[in-house]
């Protein structure tokens, strides 16, 4: 069975789930809508619940509370007459190994690179950078890309080690070749989903899916939420092979991990 039909096969069964959550989905959707129905009654009680409260206060009875004593660094006496002790934890020091300033906003993601002597860093401030932590290693990859809108992923190429690819809020997958230090390939999202929320590449092949997402501005919470979809890339004629998903709600990616491997 070639690599198509496996895929085909796999986005068949994958529909299958999405119908399963979407209908799970759904049914939790009127759920809330009875939840707030009951709002109403809710109230009423809690007012029926601050008059017993007055009673109470006005009442002699007392109750038996649980009491701890503390007899010292490490014991405690419960109100049973049983005396317990603390669990001790060794202390922790950790020790940073390098700090990387540069970032002048919140850093979305970081990535080790395949071979494990670079780090790549996406920022909201529109940059991704390159840093080399080992001062053995040669600092000859560093750099610092300027995107011009806020970054939401990142993720390296795996087999080479040379491509670092990029995912933006304004529908754009940039390929940056760390060794010639330049954008090889811009990739566009469709309009309608325009923040690349999640990239992977896959381990063996030279192909990486990206997730993207669009804004909400349906008439319920869920439908606010926005919708995404999964797109899977060609990443030697840099074009889209598959769309694994065209519109499913964006929260039910809360229960998906991108993940890649051999189709």
């Known amino acids: 069975m070639n690599a198509t039909s496996l895929l085909k096969r ?69 109100n049973d007459g049983d005396v317990s002790r603390e669990e001790d934890f060794d202390e922790v020091n950790v020790e940073h190994q390098e700090t990387f300033l540069g970032h002048t906003s919140p850093i979305s993601r970081c ?36 995107c011009g809108t806020e970054i939401l992923s990142l993720d390296w190429e795996c087999k080479s080690d040379r491509l670092l690819l990029i995912g933006t809020s304004d529908a754009c997958i940039k390929a940056w070749n760390v060794d010639a230090k330049r954008v090889v390939c811009d990739l566009n999202t469709t309009e309608a989903f325009p923040s690349v929320l999640d990239i992977k590449c ?3 092949e030279p192909i990486f899916v990206s997730a993207a997402a669009s804004g909400g501005s349906g008439s319920n ?43």
Do not use: C
Request: hydrophobic share 40%; net charge negative.
């Open 10 to 78: 796999d986005i068949t069964q994958l529909n299958i789930k999405l119908s399963e959550l979407q209908a799970l989905l759904n049914e939790k959707e009127t759920q809330l809508r009875q939840f707030k129905s009951m709002e109403g009654n809710i109230s009423s009680s809690s007012n029926l619940h601050e008059e017993s409260t007055h009673m109470s206060k006005d009442s002699p009875e007392t109750f038996p509370q649980e009491v701890q004593t503390e007899i010292g660094q490490d014991l405690v006496v419960e």
């Open 202 to 204: 896959s381990p063996v």
């Open 111 to 146: 990535r080790f690179s395949a071979s494990g002597n670079n780090i790549a860093s996406a920022s909201l401030d529109g940059t991704a950078r390159i840093w080399t932590y080992d001062a053995s290693t040669p600092a000859s990859r560093n750099a610092t890309i300027y």
């Open 221 to 263: 919470y869920f439908d606010n939420l926005g919708f995404a979809s999964l797109t899977v890339w060609n990443m030697k004629t840099w074009k889209a092979m598959f769309f694994l998903l065209e519109k499913i709600h964006q929260q039910l990616l809360l229960y998906v991990s991108i993940t890649m491997g051999r189709f």
